[in-house]
T-cell receptor, first 110, second 116 residues
């Protein structure tokens, strides 16, 4: 089964509110990636985190990689309707370089 | 970013028939391609990893003889669903990694398979 656990499964927010999704692994990850999948679309790569404690920002999106490299988070500030979609974290498992978490489905109410 | 083209985008087939899905990297060489299956409102489940010129590595529980994967060139991988059954109906997505940009995976548009 999947090694990377992701919560929450669903999140409904009012436009303008913040949103955070969390990813946890039972083992240390060499890296973690984040993807966004719009309804009906395919996953699109957002970012990769590699270093312990790393924080990266992309406009309103902030990505963090935990000090122990076992957890990660994606935070969106002041959500917009264009943020709607499912956000997946993905990490390596054994020799497989990319295994996905269950995803967090974000809906934004205007 | 790099482009991965997956074809067909939708296919309906009868039970017992076989369906081939193609995944092409259009502007880069993909040494590794991944095949995923995604059921409605669920995550992507890795089915197999294929490396150019070698046999695919299948995930536990995925039948090799049912889901045939061929990665004969650096730009093309195919997934053939043999003797399809209604329970095989799903969204199949391929992804590819560029030889020199190994951390980012580029996804095809996906194939919606419906077996009737």
């Amino acid at each position: 089964g999947q090694q990377v656990m992701q919560i929450p499964q669903y999140q409904h927010v009012q436009e303008g509110e913040d949103f955070t999704t969390y990813c946890n692994s039972s083992t240390t990850l060499s890296n973690i990636q984040w993807y966004k999948q719009r309804p009906g679309g395919h996953p699109v790569f957002l970012i990769q985190l590699v270093k312990s404690g790393e924080v990266k920002k992309q406009k309103r999106l902030t990505f963090q990689f935990g000090e122990a490299k076992k957890n990660s988070s994606l935070h969106i500030t002041a959500t917009q309707t264009t943020d709607v979609g499912t956000y997946f974290c993905a990490g390596p498992r054994g020799n497989t370089p990319l295994v996905f978490g269950k995803g967090t489905r974000l809906s934004v109410i205007a | 970013g790099a482009v991965v083209s997956q074809h067909p985008s939708r296919v309906i087939c009868k039970s017992g028939t076989s369906v081939k899905i193609e995944c092409r990297s259009l502007d880069f060489q993909a040494t590794t391609m991944f095949w995923y299956r995604q059921f409605p409102k669920q995550s992507l489940m890795l089915m197999a990893t294929s490396n150019e010129g070698s046999k695919a590595t299948y995930e536990q529980g995925v039948e090799k003889d049912k889901f045939l994967i061929n990665h004969a060139s650096l730009t093309l991988s195919t997934l053939t669903v043999t003797s399809a059954h209604p329970e095989d109906s799903s969204f199949y997505i391929c992804s590819a990694r560029e030889r020199f940009l190994a951390h980012e995976a580029f996804f095809g548009q996906g194939t919606r398979l419906t077996v009737v």
